[in-house]
């Protein structure tokens, strides 16, 4: 695997809250291979977290990922993009807060991803997938939209896919202003 894809990897294995024993079981890697000490160090946090998140209570459950997500900031340097900047998409009475990562100065207009971070909509921030977000931008070399749905049980479904979508319409209507292409949209998360 390459640097992106085992960061990529170990994201998901971190935000599904498995162990590294139950990750190496879903995808074995060959003996000779030792992951990064970066990453070493992430699998040895995701172990020793304790329960994997789906069994705990959503209280307990949202307590482990705020502690996952502030022990991944020491160990995980971000990745570097041109710019970032915290936005909002208007809703009614509300306002939807957005991250926008840009890999490449102001210049030729890029293709935009729309990115709805994982947690089920119960769990998850801007913060927690802002590494994957400038990796994103940077490999796939387009301007990544993060949006900050709102959580259940606060606002119950079908509140956060209901952000999800409102933030990817105001990103098809304003792609020239974000400096995108409005004919190469995507939608990811």
């Known amino acids: 695997m390459n640097k ?29 291979c030792r992951p990064e000490p970066a990453i070493q160090d992430l699998l040895n946090l995701v172990n020793a977290a304790g329960n994997p998140l789906d069994l ?9 990922w705020m502690v996952r997500e502030l022990d991944s900031k020491k160990i995980i340097k971000p990745i570097p993009v041109a710019s970032v900047r915290d936005s909002a998409v208007p809703a009614r009475n509300r306002q939807i807060p957005i991250r926008i ?30 590494n994957i977000a400038r990796g994103l931008a940077t490999k796939v070399g387009a301007i990544v939209v993060t949006v900050d749905y709102r959580l259940a049980p606060e606002h119950p479904f079908p509140a956060g896919p209901e952000d999800a979508r409102l933030a990817f319409e105001w990103v098809l209507r304003n792609a020239t ?13």
């Open 4 to 32: 992106f894809s085992t960061m990529v990897f170990s994201a998901i294995t971190f935000a599904l809250g498995l162990s590294s024993r139950e990750a190496s079981a879903a995808a074995p890697l060959p003996q000779d």
């Open 56 to 64: 705990l209570t959503r209280e307990n459950a949202a307590q482990t």
């Open 101 to 130: 990562y840009n890999p490449k100065p102001k210049g030729k207009k890029l293709p935009i991803l729309v990115y709805i971070h994982g947690g089920g909509w119960t769990l998850g921030s801007l913060a927690a997938y802002d």
């Open 177 to 189: 202003e974000l400096g995108g292409d409005p004919k190469k949209i995507g939608l990811a998360g």
